[in-house]
T-cell receptor, first 112, second 110 residues
């Protein structure tokens, strides 16, 4: 959905490096999410935020941190990247807890 | 915590055959949503079911929500090559967030 953008779209980094993935949305939604997708494992929730002051850990938050800079921006950081963090990362937004989630195009991350 | 199981993990069909994927939750759901992810794409919302026993149709796609609101299914009649992709269910639970199943990858042989 063009209303949810992610940068970069592809990233190659080395073990131990710090990287940040960024997500922006123009839908005016309060709720934002970060997911990780690995083949055969579906979508695993890393962190979610119900508003600027509310950030919560998901199923697999270890090794990741987030920042909600504004209603429209939600960043995911890998403080010290490791190879098993190689995956496809999606940002998503929703208007409320159980409403439709709108996904960004994804960031493909390779950690060497 | 809430778990949502989806089967099968993979399904390969000949074009024109029917396809069904099933979703089961360990807890009663408030609603269930279905998403489709085309190869190389991102998940896109298809539909939401809220009521016990609800059935909704979108052209060749039929979605059902179980009477106990713990299971759901997506059935595609007469598959086409455009149906290729991964279909995810996502259950809304008491923790105010969606839990996604692992998805069913559908491939269609023309």
């Amino acid at each position: 959905d063009a209303d949810v953008t992610q940068t970069p779209r592809n990233r190659i980094t080395k073990t131990g490096k710090r990287i940040m993935l960024e997500c922006s949305q123009t839908k005016g939604h309060d709720r934002m999410y970060w997911y990780r997708q690995d083949p055969g494992l579906g979508l695993q929730l890393i962190y979610y935020s119900f508003d600027v002051k509310d950030i919560n850990k998901g199923e697999i938050s270890d090794g990741y941190s987030v920042s909600r800079q504004a209603q429209a921006k939600f960043s995911l950081s890998l403080e010290s990247a490791i190879p098993n963090q190689t995956a496809l990362y999606f940002c998503a937004t929703s208007a409320s807890a159980w409403e439709t989630q709108y996904f960004g195009p994804g960031t493909r991350l390779l950690v060497l | 915590g809430q778990q949502v199981m989806q089967i099968p993990q993979y399904q390969h069909v000949q074009e024109g055959e029917d396809f069904t994927t099933y979703c089961n939750s360990s807890t009663t759901l408030s609603n269930i949503q279905w998403y489709k992810q085309r190869p190389g794409g991102h998940p896109v919302f298809l539909i939401q079911l809220v009521k016990s026993g609800e059935v909704k149709k979108q052209k060749r796609l039929t979605f059902q929500f179980g009477e106990a609101k713990k299971n759901s299914s997506l059935h595609i009649t007469a598959t086409q090559t455009t149906d290729v992709g991964t279909y995810f269910c996502a259950g809304g639970g008491s923790n105010y967030k969606l839990t996604f199943g692992k998805g069913t990858l559908l491939t269609v042989n023309p």
